[in-house]
Every structure is written in structure tokens, then in C-alpha cells.
């Protein structure tokens, strides 16, 4: 069984900074794709970044120039360093991994860490 677990999230003002990170667990061959989705209340959960196996990197254009994602091979961890920080960012962030595992390759969702922007 495999689990993601998010850390990082909470409240910031405009213009500040907030590291989350997702870390994989349990019994995983390899781990593909990792990345993060946001939604927002009322929106459909959009991607905000994601980071191949080999470091092949994709952004959101709403993220570009302020957010970075970044993985730890070693520790199955993905992190998102979000920099200057806006009220539309606030959302609840979600780690996505594409992961293989004995017997088939899957995708698993974190339960979510929300980030607020205060303006």
C-alpha cells in the first residue's frame, strides 16, 4: 500500500513563502511522475507543477518565475517552494505521484494541505 503525506501548507501574507513537501510510502518499485494540483473553492483542481523521473520540469504560466518543484529521489519526496505568494494562490494543494508498485503502476493523491494568501 502506498501513501503520500503533505506538509507544508498554512497562512501567509502577500508576497511571502511557504516550502510543502510530499513524501511516498510503502511498497514502491518506482516512482514516475511527481507533481502538484491545486483547487480552489468553487474551480476545478488545476496542475500547478510536475517533475519527471529524469527532472523534466512543467508549470502552470500562473507560476512561473515564482514557484519551483523539486524531488529527493532517495527520500520518495517531492517539494514545492511557492515564492511571492498572491491571494489568488490560496487553494488546497494536492501531491500527485504516477508510481509503480509489484503488480501495475498507479496514481496516488495526497490528502491535500491548504495554503492561504492573505492580501
Known amino acids: 500500500q502506498v501513501q503520500l503525506v503533505e506538509s507544508g501548507g498554512g497562512l501567509v501574507q502577500a508576497g511571502g513563502s511557504l516550502r510543502l513537501s510530499c513524501a511516498a510510502s510503502?511498497?514502491?518499485?518506482?516512482?514516475?511522475?511527481m507533481g502538484w494540483y491545486r483547487q480552489a473553492p468553487g474551480k476545478q483542481r488545476e496542475l500547478v507543477a510536475r517533475?519527471?523521473?529524469?527532472?523534466?520540469?512543467n508549470y502552470a504560466d500562473s507560476v512561473k518565475g515564482r514557484f519551483t518543484i523539486s524531488r529527493d529521489n532517495a527520500k520518495n519526496t517531492v517539494y514545492l517552494q511557492m515564492n511571492s505568494l498572491k491571494p489568488e494562490d490560496t487553494a488546497v494543494y494536492y501531491c500527485?505521484?504516477?508510481?509503480?508498485?509489484?503488480?501495475?503502476?498507479?496514481?496516488?493523491w495526497g490528502q491535500g494541505t491548504q495554503v492561504t494568501v492573505s492580501s
Open positions: 517533475i519527471t523521473s529524469g527532472g523534466r520540469l
Open positions: 510503502g511498497s514502491i518499485f518506482s516512482i514516475n511522475t
Open positions: 500527485n505521484a504516477d508510481i509503480s508498485v509489484v503488480g501495475g503502476r498507479y496514481v496516488y
